[in-house]
């Protein structure tokens, strides 16, 4: 055995030669680092990676190849805040380590050291002590060499041993330690012994064995702390367990807070094969960086050819056979029919690609010319390394993309994870690239998938503030609230009034947000109308509504209003929404089973004030009448006293409606509408009409709390209320609320079925969209003839475009076409849907529309659609934050559910059911209000938008 004087050359790392491997460093002590220092780590690492590659460390000794092993964050200066250690083989025998700081906003190189490494005759050992707050780099490199001294062969042994430590932005030596031991033959007897310290070999000064001891043992290495161990005669990574994997995830995770969770882990092997699968497709994205919210459909289009060129087999082609000499250049290539692309392109990014526009010269008479396929001669695949929800179906992903040439095991790399890959088929990918990804996970033809929103593989990570704008942000809930209950029996007015004072009052000061003040609107028309009823008594089973009747209920009501508004005044409240004024009349003794007649005198007109409309209860909330005021004016003056005769049938359900004019004759059909309602057993009932020889779906607003159905006509008719619950097979992988929204609409006849599928990723046109707002505003009418020169009667959509036309719901182009096949936009439809609030229902503009514009792409919004989108984000029609994508064409889905809010929000419902004596009350309904007057909205494609702006803050 070696004889060791003073014990002094007992090095640690000498033990590991019959110890086991020591542990890695934590890859996760201390606490983390901020969301900018991660991000210029995790970029420093990419760099490196990108430059020298990962080493392969198999049976603890480094690969040929070299490569990155081994990255830490420590605290080398004990200043807390850590610095980025990196430790990487340029080949099997040099070694260099890197430490890096942060300044704030970019990393920076504190110090950085080369080791050479040569076999059995030098052996280098590195590790980092810990003492304190700080941590040490320690380095030792023992060279063995022979010599003849005195005719006998002498063993020498030259010991170098480095402590360098971080001051401030330096790297500096804090012990530089030499050491010659010579032996003799036996190689038991130590002959000679040195000790020195300095700078370097040449300036050093001689010490002794015992200071050299000190200073030593100081600074020595335990087990754990050793990285690589060289005193087997080769490199031997003692970090065996440890994962640079783990790391750069773990760095990554940094980049979030703790409201951020990371549930790749929680994901079964079905969804994460899927996601993977997905990903995959894009492997070939020459672009570093994709964003649909910044779409350029050129890039697109070459992809779509380029992932055809490589994918044979992924939509059926045709061969090419062309004769014109233009296109002899494409002989060697296959043509794919255009819309087949295209449902490929909305299955992978929900985007149609127009090829003719963007890359003509591969385009030809709808077909798409590409190139034969190529062997792309390597596999690829995905690596996940974290998923985080953003909501709304988003998720954004942390990904490293790989290649390989080793096609022996295609089938086991194809359908297999990454991390269940044995490490001897991990060992031949190389990293392509990594970076991140975010899909939103979509319906398809009644199955799961997923569509790209973005994706990077250029190394970047985006922080969780850059995060937060695709995550949508719901309308807080209404800081204040009412309790019905306790105000279901009040009677006057004053009780109402008081009841709103202390609401407020709790409120201390604070302004109701968005939805407390739609609250406050809600309550204050409930109390109007609850508090200003007037009773009227019926003879003959007919009520007549003239001006003496009205003139009661008028003061009350506007007087009830003023007092609410010195309320608001007093506490700087402004409303979003201008106060309707319904003046309610309750018919008393009549009999539901009998005709029960309604008589609308003419002189009405003189009482109506500054009312909006009438609602008559005959008998009970479940049948009803309500008469928007400007119709009421118009009736009268073109019809003079009208008759509204309701006949109950024999059969459940089933009632006749007939109006007659003051000489006793039918009118088949009215100038204005008027509004009814009747019972009805749930929201998926809806009523069917047949009238002037002909039949309808005519929908209608189901009103939970009175359990009816209320609906506005213009026509005699026999109307009828069935349940329309209709099997719809593609929307079971949808939320509750989605399926909720497309049953009611499908039931009502809104939108229309292909067979017994939705179609809910269609893109929605304009025949579709124009048909379903007819609809909804009942303004239906089949004789009406259209004057656009595109549209024959033979066309199904013929009278909504004709009815749309003569109500000005849509316009045409001028050329005087109507393009119905042309598919709307996300900002048309949001815009016409905001705007139609306004127009129709009395809300007020946002004093700051950008507050409600924190779209990622929000520059993209047209500058005339701002104030009207920002209404719609203002009350609900679509949620703040996210991707808007504002010139995308909007799909079946996304449609029919803002047009479900719309309409849930101009036919609002009572929130109460209320009982008075002999009958029960509810609040105005507005639907008379939306369609008495003339439905001017929008002109769409054809023209500009002409309406009126209600920016004023309007007070009651």
Not at 22 to 49: C, H
Not at 244 to 257: R, T
Not at 447 to 471: A, F, P, R
Not at 487 to 495: A, I, T
Request: aromatic residues 12%; proline residues 2%.
């Amino acid at each position: 055995m070696k004889k060791l004087i003073s014990l002094v050359l007992v090095f640690s790392l000498l033990i590991s030669i019959t110890s086991v491997p020591a542990k890695a460093m934590n890859t996760e002590r201390g606490d983390k680092v901020s969301p900018q220092m991660a991000q210029a780590y995790l970029d420093v690492i990419k760099s490196s990676t990108d430059t020298h590659g990962v080493a392969i460390i198999e049976d603890y000794q480094v690969g040929n190849s070299g490569g990155l092993y081994y990255a830490d964050l420590i605290d080398f200066d004990g200043d807390g805040q850590k610095e980025l250690y990196l430790l990487y083989a340029e080949d099997s025998f040099t070694h260099r380590d890197i430490i890096w700081g942060f300044n704030g906003s970019k990393a920076y190189i504190i110090g950085e050291n080369t080791y050479s490494i040569y076999g059995t005759m030098n052996n280098v050992s590195i590790g980092l002590k810990q003492e304190g707050n700080k941590t040490y780099l320690c380095y030792e490199d023992i060279t063995y060499r022979s010599d003849i001294q005195d005719d006998k062969e002498m063993f020498i042994e030259d010991i170098v041993f480095i402590v360098k430590e971080v001051e401030g932005k330096e790297l500096k030596a804090t012990a530089n330690l030499y050491s010659i031991l010579h032996y003799d033959e036996s190689y038991e007897r130590l002959k000679f012994e040195e000790y020195s310290e300095g700078e370097n070999y040449e300036n050093r000064k001689f010490i002794t064995a015992e200071e050299y001891k000190e200073i030593y043992n100081k600074y020595s290495l335990n087990e754990g702390e050793i990285l690589i161990n060289n005193s087997r005669g080769a490199p031997y990574i003692e970090i065996y367990d440890y994962s640079l994997d783990d790391f750069i995830n773990n760095l990554e995770s940094m980049l979030m807070s703790s409201n951020m969770k990371d549930i790749y882990k929680d994901k079964s092997r079905e969804e994460k094969m899927d996601i993977m699968d997905f990903l995959n497709n894009f492997r070939f994205f020459y672009h570093e960086e994709f964003d649909i919210s910044n779409l350029d459909q050129e890039v697109l289009a070459w992809f779509m050819i380029d992932l055809l060129s490589r994918e044979e087999t992924l939509l059926k082609y045709e061969d090419v056979d062309l004769d014109d000499e233009k296109y002899e250049e494409w002989e060697e290539q296959k043509k794919y029919k255009e819309i087949d692309i295209n449902k490929k392109a909305v299955e992978l990014f929900g985007v149609n690609v127009d090829f003719q526009k963007h890359l003509p010269e591969r385009y030809k008479d709808g077909y798409v010319y590409v190139h034969q396929p190529w062997d792309a001669s390597s596999l690829f695949t995905t690596k996940i390394n974290k998923i985080y929800p953003l909501g709304d179906n988003l998720f954004y992903i942390h990904i490293q993309t790989f290649e390989t040439w080793d096609y022996d095991n295609m089938d086991l790399i194809l359908n297999s994870l990454y991390e269940e890959l044995p490490y001897n088929i991990r060992a031949n990918f190389y990293q392509m690239g990594q970076g991140h990804a975010i899909i939103k996970a979509v319906n398809n033809e009644g199955k799961k998938s997923y569509q790209l929103i973005k994706y990077n593989k250029n190394g970047e990570y985006l922080t969780e503030e850059q995060l937060s704008k695709y995550i949508t942000k719901v309308n807080p809930e209404p800081n204040l609230s009412f309790d019905y209950s306790k105000v279901k029996d009040f009677k006057e007015s004053r009780e109402f009034i008081n009841f709103l004072r202390d609401i407020i009052a709790g409120l201390k000061g604070e302004q109701p947000n968005d939805r407390a003040n739609s609250e406050l609107v809600t309550y204050i028309q409930y109390a109007i109308e609850n508090s200003s009823t007037t009773a009227l008594k019926s003879s003959k089973n007919k009520v007549i509504i003239d001006k003496v009747t009205l003139k009661q209920a008028l003061n009350s009501a506007e007087s009830t209003k003023s007092e609410f508004n010195k309320i608001l005044e007093s506490n700087h409240i402004t409303l979003n929404k201008n106060i309707e004024i319904v003046l309610r009349v309750r018919g008393e003794n009549l009999n539901s089973n009998k005709v029960m007649s309604v008589i609308i005198d003419k002189s009405a007109v003189d009482s109506l004030g500054t009312a909006n409309g009438i609602r008559i209860l005959l008998g009970d909330n479940q049948h009803t009448v309500y008469i928007n005021s400007e119709d009421v004016r118009n009736l009268g003056n073109k019809i003079g006293n009208i008759t509204l005769q309701i006949q109950k049938g024999k059969d459940k359900g089933i009632y006749t409606i007939v109006f007659v004019d003051s000489n006793g004759k039918e009118i088949s059909e009215l100038p204005y509408p008027i509004s009814f309602s009747f019972p009805a057993d749930n929201e998926l009932a809806t009523i069917f009409v047949s009238y002037k020889g002909g039949n309808d779906n005519w929908g209608g607003q189901y009103n939970s709390t009175t359990k009816s159905i209320e609906f506005s006509t213009r026509y005699s008719g026999e109307y009828s209320i069935i349940e329309n619950n209709i099997n719809i097979s593609d929307i079971g992988e949808l939320t509750e609320s989605q399926q909720k929204a497309i049953k009611f609409m499908v039931s009502k006849g809104y939108f229309e079925l292909d067979g017994d599928k939705f179609n809910g990723q269609a893109p929605l046109n304009r025949y579709d969209f124009t048909m379903a707002l007819v609809k909804m505003f009942f303004a239906l009418d089949r004789e009406l003839e259209a004057t656009f020169t595109d549209i024959e009667k033979l066309n199904q959509y013929y009278p909504y475009v004709a009815s749309a036309q003569k109500d000005q719901i849509v316009k045409g182009f001028t050329d005087n076409t109507f393009r119905g096949e042309i598919n709307i936009s996300k900002e048309q439809l949001i815009a016409l849907c905001g705007r139609t609030l306004v127009d129709k229902k009395g809300y007020v503009y946002p004093e700051n529309p950008k507050d409600y514009l924190g779209f990622v792409d929000s520059d993209s919004i047209a500058d005339w659609a701002i104030e009207d989108i920002a209404i719609a984000v203002q009350n609900g029609l679509i949620d703040n934050g996210g991707i808007l994508m504002p010139q995308m064409e909007m799909s079946r889905r996304e449609g029919l559910e803002i047009l479900y809010k719309l309409f849930m929000l101009l036919y609002e419902t009572s929130p109460i059911e209320v009982e008075m004596e002999e009958i029960e009350q509810q609040p105005n309904s507005p639907i008379g209000i939306i369609i008495g007057s003339a439905i001017a909205l929008v002109a769409l494609f054809g023209g500009a938008y002409a309406y009126s702006r209600n920016k004023k803050s309007k007070k009651i």
